[in-house]
């Protein structure tokens, strides 16, 4: 079997491949793929990629013959620098720890981080003063590092692994994706050397909190460290504390620019639909007013679902990686074994076919009855299959949480003269500069 009968998306340069129209406009060309068609070779160089991007050919990766597929490259030049964890492990070993990890994200679970998410988001309300201005990109990227640290460790014992985190991860978030896509034997560039600072004073952070975790009496705790280190698996076997730590790691990495994202665009969004706001203002008045916002709140704020199903559809995980165990057929394209497969969730959630007029912000577009009528396949934001996110419910939570305690409290504008933000591309499409000057709302 070959790539032949694939095919080749416009734009190859000899030598370059796709590169030069990859670096000019990646979500551009990325949304323009399905023009092209729903399966299409990429050249990254000489190296070929095979981009799917119909609902169908999606979900036959993903789910129908997920089996036929790992995770690839990209995750093998990620793991030596951050680890094994569920991100990027494959096969069994992903299996077991999946079933270990995954009861740290049930309902009793999630009651407990809602009230810690709960506290951070009025803290982050009230440390606001009328006028000023907040660079609510980089706001919203701390607030979701300390929120998420918070929920790992222990207050008492994770106070200097949450001061790491918040200056490390940034850093390492910065330059993974090209640090990954960057051939081997770049890897000694003193360009990475910031990058491998940051990487090993985290590992060593994080070793030491859980060192002091498993010293501590661990009765009674409800931190997401103290819970994976008291997981067992059928044999009564637990995980080492190589395996914790770099299941803590791939959280943080997994976990925060993805909830920062969501929320700074939720926020800017919504200063542009006054009419939106307004709604949404009625709905936490009646449903909450000034109390704690809780677990149990979420579904009483279907608003707020719909602003985030939106914002998620627009400006989401751009696209996954994937690379061919075996041959297999998608979207009637045969992908020969060991092949490099790229999923393009942008391209899917701004299809027009799917969703007319794909850039405009319509939160409407989430009414139960248009819900209704949308097939399952059509909406992935968070991946689907044995690799859907662990921390789907948990981001929603803190999403939520988040936006009722500070909308009803303040509102936002962007900076007078300020550019609206435009899509950067990393693993989320996330904002750039989003300068908002915060208004102290008037309580009826
Ligand atoms: C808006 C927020 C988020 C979005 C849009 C998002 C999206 C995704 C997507 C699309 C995947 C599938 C990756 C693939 O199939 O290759 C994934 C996996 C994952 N996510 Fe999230 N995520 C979010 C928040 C979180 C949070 C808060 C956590 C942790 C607390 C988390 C932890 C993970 C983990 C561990 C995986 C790997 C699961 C596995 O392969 O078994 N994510 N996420």
Known sequence: MSLESIPRAKGRIPGLGHVPRLMRAPLGVLRSLHAEGPVLRLDIGTMPVVTVTSAEAVNEVMVKKARSFRKGRL???VRPLVGNGLANSDGPGHM??????????????LEGYAHVMSKRAQALSDSWSDGQVVHVDQAMGTYAIETLAATLFSTDI?????RSVREDLPVILNSMLLRALAPKALDRLPIWRAFDRSAARMRSVIDDVIAATRASDPEGRTDLLSLLLSARDETGAGLTDEEVRDELTTMLFA???????????ALYHLSQRPDVEAALLTEIDEAIGDRPVTFADVPRLPGISRVLDEVIRLHGVVSLMRRTNESVTVGGYDIPAETEVLI????????????????????DRWLPERVAERPREH??????GNRKCIGDRFSWLEATITLATVLRQWQLSPVPGSKAPREATAAMAHPTKVPMVVRRRARG
């Open 255 to 265: 976990g925060t620019e993805t909830t920062a994202s969501t929320l700074a665009w």
């Open 96 to 109: 077991r720890n999946r079933r270990l990890i995954q009861p740290m994200f049930y309902k009793e679970r």
């Open 75 to 77: 995750f093998e030049r």
């Open 379 to 384: 909406v992935v934001p968070f991946g689907a």
């Open 158 to 162: 994770g106070a200097p692994a949450v």
């Open 344 to 363: 393009s969730l942008y391209a899917l959630h701004r299809h027009p076919g799917l969703y007319p007029d794909p850039d405009r912000f319509d939160p």
